[in-house]
């Protein structure tokens, strides 16, 4: 059979976003003679035009990547390519710059930042405990100012690098306007975490942002079997991320970027799926005697956190189908106490000042039967309280 040109090969622009979450980072397959894409793993390629390599190895180095052989593991991948091609388009970015793990995707903006003279973060809180943690603790040379959305404006310096947001944020669900907030940063970098509402349900670019951070760890793999980080953003800035990625070392690996990419095909599904099955169970939540507060973005998602009158240690020990563990975004559920786990590195003080009340629980709902977890929630909230 002859492909017919030009239609399988190039982006289609005309398919819808749900379309394209399936085929983004693989339009070239059936010209290769392909239907799943490749996996290459090698750590080296041939270099036999030693002078030309050495040039693209400058070019490498400084970022660049001209999308051909990358002369060594560490500065690029094109398995990795593809995912980062993909979620990129998803994302509505010029470009993505994929990691061994959130925190390392994290961390190279920062890097990037400081480096560049601009070592002062503004922070949003609530944020991901090790997020709020590496801010804090200034291990990469950064400072902090903690701010409401309101007062990130006035907290802004000349020598403000980032401002960092996540909407919803982990674990409360609290959500900010990003519009808003990307306005109140004028020219300094908004990044947004993006980790919990995925590009199925938030696009931040498309509302100010310049940073998109995914934790692909979670939803964008989705079976809880891969860990991963990404970064879009526009070309100029991605640039800077290679650049600290090259010399960093936080390369995604390529069964990783495989793992990913074949993740996006089935987001949009995961994601709606899990998040109709999540809005159900925080509506019987809240209609529960021995559930305080129920938090469930306005935004939808799979994420639901909630006060409970029970022992949230008794209670996160009682469910059964239902797994007790921190991560989120796999196709099975998880439940965790925000307090005794993902939020413990923060002091005491922090954790209250960011809206993390001690009875709160946090459930990151998967694709079994909404009966059968409202049961096993039910259940283990109607224990005997000890
Ligand atoms: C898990 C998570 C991170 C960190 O990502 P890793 O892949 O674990 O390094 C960052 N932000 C959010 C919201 C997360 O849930």
Redesign the pocket.
Known sequence: MTMPSGSTHSRTTTHSWNTRAVHAGKDDLAALGLHAPPIDLSTTYPSYDVVGEAERLDEFAAGHDDGGPPVYGRVANPTVRRFETALAELEGAESAVAFA??????SACLLAQVTAGKPEVVGVRP??G??DHLLESGLLGNSVTWATPDEVASAITDRTGLVVV?SP??PTLTEVDLRALADACGPVPLLV?N??ATPVLQRPLTLGASLV??????YLGGHGDV???VIACAEDFARRLRQVRFVTGGMLHPMAGYELLRGLATLPVRVRAASATAAELARRLAAHHRVTRVHYPSLGGAMVSFETSVDPVALVAAVRLITPAV???SVDSLIQHPASL?HRIMEEVARKDAGISPDLVRLSVGLEDVEDLWTDLSEALDQPTR
């Open positions: 793990s959130g925190m390392a995707a994290l944020l991901y090790t997020t996540e944020a982990n975490d980790t919990f951070l995914h934790s692909a760890t979670k860990m991963g980080g991560s989120l975004g993902t």
